[in-house]
């Protein structure tokens, strides 16, 4: 079981920058796929960003690239988003996730899930 924790949302104006950060529990953190995704008020959750195991690789939604990076520490188990450049339509609770496998990451499906935290940004 991997626990999840998420950091670092709030309220932000457009044109600002935001950090968001994940805390895992779990010791094998760097087998896992990490990601972050997002739900809109009244929208389906939605894929924003992935970093493979074993430090294969990013992956970024096209709505959010250019303007968001993530990283992962996997000595610490933390992965975070940096999210700059924000604009109001990326309003919308965040959730970290893992996943041994970056298919389901990519689907939507990760297996673990943190519990979310909202990101405002206003006009």
């Known amino acids: 079981q991997v626990q999840l924790v998420e950091s670092g949302g709030g309220l932000v104006q457009t044109g600002g920058s935001l950090t968001l950060s994940c805390a895992a529990s779990?010791?094998?953190?760097?087998?896992?796929?990490m990601g972050w995704f997002r739900q809109p008020p009244g929208k389906e959750r939605e894929f924003v960003a992935a970093?493979?195991?074993?430090?294969?690789?990013?992956y970024y939604a096209k709505a959010v690239k250019g303007r968001f990076s993530i990283s992962r520490d996997d000595a610490k188990n933390t992965v975070h988003l940096q999210m700059h450049s924000l604009k109001p339509e990326d309003t919308a609770v965040y959730f970290c996730?893992?996943?041994?496998?970056?298919?389901?990451?990519?689907?939507?499906?990760?297996?673990?899930w943190g519990q979310g935290t909202q990101v405002t940004v206003s006009s």
């Open positions: 779990e010791r094998t953190f760097s087998t896992y796929t």
């Open positions: 996730a893992a996943d041994p496998l970056l298919g389901r990451v990519a689907d939507v499906v990760p297996e673990y």
């Open positions: 970093a493979t195991r074993n430090g294969g690789g990013t």
